[in-house]
């Protein structure tokens, strides 16, 4: 007779218990997403409720860490459930249905409403894509959207080639250029698509409440000529000079040269090998010989390093040998910028007047640096202990105090060994409640025109499901109320309100969420954006909306012509979003074509990903506001 172990006889008794185990989980998860649809009101989402439905699952789903539970269900080769964010309920049921299968006993339920399953919900997410950014091209399900540089107004050729290259969506930033560009952009585009046949949708971003750095007093005017010299320091030939009449300006007679302008009747007077001698901004007696003159005027060399300024007197000799001088000019004012490194102070002003790199004032006391910004209400909302990043994270700062003279802040960021602040730099205040409006008064200008000529809105810096809302009421009022909006999701207040605001899109009309990870990596921090931007995707499945992965993709190909490793990593990453936008460069082109071959490759191997379900923060936070006694409804469609 064979014997059976102790041990080996366990065996099955464990499986059993290990299956009792998960059941009770698994049914506790399940009756969590019960309890979370029916806390939130699932009224007015029209054709939206299945989707509507599966966020506030998904969102109750992710509350829990089932990392364990995972590898358990693997092991038994069952759904590990990393892959349900479109379509939650029904994984979690069919899971639940086969594990009591397992155990011999009857599913104990069966639910009034059939969840959405996959099939479903993947026809849900394409539908929504293609009314939005138009059916995809043969071979590839991800759109290329490609961001309109200036010359796309004028050049057809580029327009053309372009589109033939795999561009299906053109984005034209409402910051930048005019309408009446705009309006040549799109009919540019109008005409390519028509001849090509082929579709090609075209979103308009608005601008925004954008933060930036005020003016600078401007450095004084200096033009430094120096002769070229080889590694060691040695000359190897003459400064060069182009001496100009003033009627000739830079833009219309552009030179390889540094000018200077002098009056025309001095120039005409002069001689070729002419001796002209000068006082530099220094001090410093130098001459400079002309050497030929061109129908831009006279060049002359100089032989050792100068530096000019405007009002430097030219000193040369008349036919009677008499001194023939001339007061010269032309040249630019420097821009402003600011000395900033590790613990220096930097003064955030209210005011509009130009701000100045630090200095020394009366007694020796020294004078912080100070700056403006361009929605100076703000600085009277920052708080102590706020962080304040400019320039696109190069420098960073806390607020140590708030006073009539504007935010004292200590730059606790700064490149190695320093760094210049310019004006007209990105600020971002992720700490800060702005208390901005969604929409300003040059936003609602540009909609006006948007209404007419584009397909989409892109609306940048969305905080709120009322910001949704009122957008939602402009398109109303201007007679598009279904036009399609992409929401801009870069700042940390529109991530931590995620949730709201995809139910709120869902309420009123077709959107997608768009990923802009610049602003994005400075608000959250650049160590937590790789898994923030997966959080988005999974958030923007779950609502069955289209993603667009944006912000730098294939950056140095487009720029330079030549990609980076990592760029092409993260290029291929952007498969998973429904559309994926590069930036305007010089390279654009090859960009797009590099672009539509990288996601093809791609499309080949994966769809989306599997996740592994640790707790998410964003999810809690959505449900702890609605089981909190004097948490504000959520926001319904405003009339």
């Known amino acids: 007779m064979t014997r059976t172990s102790p041990h080996a006889r366990s065996r099955p008794n464990e499986r059993v218990e290990g299956i009792g185990r998960l059941i009770r989980r698994l049914e506790e998860v399940r009756e969590s997403l019960l309890d979370a649809e029916a806390r939130v009101p699932m009224v007015g989402f029209g054709r939206n409720a299945e989707s509507a439905r599966n966020l506030v699952h998904y969102l109750a789903f992710r509350q829990f860490d089932l990392r364990s539970v995972q590898s358990e269900l693997a092991e038994l080769g069952l759904s590990s459930l990393g892959r349900a964010e479109g379509h939650v309920l029904h994984n979690l049921e069919m899971v639940l249905e086969r594990l009591y299968s397992l155990q011999g006993s009857p599913t104990p339920w069966r639910g009034s409403t059939v969840p959405i399953d996959p099939r479903r919900a993947l026809a849900r997410i394409d539908q929504n894509a293609t009314a939005l950014f138009g059916p995809a091209p043969p071979g590839r399900d991800t759109r290329i959207m490609v961001t309109a540089p200036a010359e796309f ?61 005020g003016p600078l007093a401007t450095d004084p005017a200096v033009l430094k000529v120096r002769p070229q010299r080889d590694r060691l320091g040695r000359v190897e030939g003459p400064a060069q000079l182009l001496l100009g009449p003033p ?148 420098f960073g700062g806390v607020v140590q105090t708030v006073s009539a003279a504007g935010a004292l802040l200590r730059i606790e960021h700064a490149p190695s060994g320093g760094g210049w602040l310019r004006a007209d730099q990105g600020i971002n205040l992720p700490d800060t409640d702005l208390g901005l409006p969604p929409l300003t008064e040059e936003d609602l200008a540009d909609l006006a025109f948007a209404v007419h000529h584009a397909d989409l809105i892109g609306y940048s810096f969305v905080q709120s499901a009322s910001d949704v809302l009122r957008l939602r009421r402009e398109l109303r009022r201007l007679g598009r109320p279904e036009m399609g909006i992409v929401l801009k999701i870069e700042t940390r207040q529109s991530f931590e309100r995620l949730p709201e605001i995809l139910l709120a899109a869902l309420r009123t009309g077709p959107a997608a969420v768009m990923l802009a990870r610049g602003d994005l990596a400075v608000e959250v921090g ?92 964003v999810a809690e936070r959505f449900l702890r506001a609605r089981t909190e006694p004097e948490a504000p409804p959520l926001t319904t469609v405003a009339s």
């Open 247 to 394: 009627s000739l300006s830079e833009a219309a007679s552009p030179s390889p040269i540094p000018r200077l302008t002098v009056p025309p009747g001095w120039l005409a007077r002069r001689r070729v090998n002419e001796t002209i001698r000068l006082r530099d901004v220094r001090g410093k007696a130098r001459e400079l010989t002309l050497r030929s003159r061109t129908s831009q005027g006279w060049v002359a060399s100089l032989s050792k390093t100068t530096y000019l300024g405007n009002g430097v007197v030219l000193s040369g000799r008349s036919k009677g040998g008499r001194t023939d001088r001339a007061v010269a000019g032309g040249i630019p004012p420097v821009p402003g910028r600011l000395r900033l490194d590790v613990e220096a102070s930097l003064v955030l002003t209210h005011s509009s007047r130009p701000g100045h790199d630090r200095t020394v004032g009366g007694g020796g006391r020294p004078v912080p640096a100070s700056i403006g910004v361009t929605v100076p209400s703000v600085v009277g909302r920052l708080r102590k202990g706020e962080r304040v990043w400019f320039d696109g994270g190069r």
């Open 526 to 617: 650049f160590e937590r954006l790789a898994e923030v931007q997966e959080e988005i995707l999974w958030l923007a499945e779950a609502a069955h909306l289209p993603a667009v992965w944006a912000t730098q993709v294939l950056e140095g190909l487009a720029k330079s012509g030549i990609p980076s490793r990592a760029e092409v990593t993260d290029a291929a990453m952007g498969e998973r979003a429904e559309c994926v936008m590069l930036n305007k460069g010089p390279y654009l082109v090859p960009a797009v074509r590099a672009l539509d071959s990288i996601v093809r490759r791609m499309q080949a191997h994966q769809a989306k990903k599997s996740a592994r379900l640790r707790h998410l923060e």
């Open 153 to 213: 107004a004028r050049d057809s050729e580029l327009v053309r080639k372009l589109l033939a290259s795999g561009m299906d969506c053109l984005r034209i930033n409402c910051a930048h250029d005019t309408p009446a560009d705009w309006k040549a952009m799109i009919e540019r585009l109008r005409r390519a698509v028509r001849s090509a046949g082929r579709g090609c949708r075209v979103e308009m971003d608005l601008g925004g409440p954008r933060l930036r750095t």
